[in-house]
Every structure is written in structure tokens, then in C-alpha cells.
């Protein structure tokens, strides 16, 4: 990976854990580290974090989108579904994506936030 870490701002963090913890669990990602009322990180190296905006600003861009590994498309179809049934607007159903690449397996939701998320299997 090329990146250190990732971190998106979300405007109530609490509910966000709350969301992020059981989303990420379908991929078998835990959350690894927090900052009371601040921020949670999430990953064994913390690659991927939520917190507060700065200056309490608006965090979400159009253009942000992170795809999060998923072991199986089993894992794809519940991250979606989780996402779901926690409040996420869909942003494509579990499926096949021909158009990114052979054996692309993919699901995308916004979280309450606006920020893009996608849970991707290649295999």
C-alpha cells in the first residue's frame, strides 16, 4: 500500500463507530484505536480512520471513495448488507463490475456522511 493511513471526517462520531464497527466486522476489519469524542482508527497499522472534521467544516467531498479488501463475495454481499440496515444508501448492489477488471466483485453505499464506500472481492 502507498498510502500511511486514510481519514475521512464524520459529524457525529460516536454514531459513526457505532456503524463503521459492525460494517467493517463483515470484512474482518476491527477497530484498533480511539480517541474519546474525537476519532476511532480501524486496521492493525490504523490505515483507516473517522473522526471529527477540522473546524467543524463539511468533510465530505463528491469525490471521495474508499474500497475496503473483502476476503470472499460473501463478504461483499454483507458489508452491503449491513451497510443497509444501519442507515448506508446504496450506491451499487453486490455484483460483478467487468468494466474495473476480470473477476471484479464489488458493492458501493454512502455512509450518513456522504462519503463513498466499497467493499471489493478479485478473484
Given amino acids: 500500500m502507498i498510502l500511511n493511513h486514510v481519514s475521512i471526517g464524520v459529524s457525529d462520531v460516536t454514531a459513526s463507530i457505532r456503524f463503521y464497527d459492525n460494517v467493517l466486522k463483515t470484512l474482518g476489519i476491527k477497530r484498533s484505536?480511539?480517541?474519546e469524542n474525537v476519532a476511532a482508527a480501524y486496521g492493525e497499522g490504523f490505515e483507516f480512520w473517522i473522526g471529527c472534521p477540522c473546524e467543524n467544516?463539511?468533510?465530505a467531498g463528491n469525490g471521495t471513495h474508499i474500497a475496503f479488501n473483502a476476503a470472499t463475495q460473501q463478504a461483499v454481499i454483507d458489508f452491503h448488507a449491513e451497510a443497509i440496515?444501519?442507515?448506508?444508501i446504496c450506491e451499487g448492489k453486490p455484483g460483478k463490475r467487468p468494466e474495473y477488471g476480470e473477476g471484479y466483485y464489488a458493492a458501493f453505499i454512502r455512509d450518513r456522511d456522504g462519503n463513498k464506500l466499497e467493499a471489493v472481492f478479485i478473484g
Fill in 33 to 35: 484505536h480511539m480517541i
Fill in 57 to 59: 467544516r463539511s468533510s
Fill in 85 to 88: 440496515a444501519l442507515g448506508a
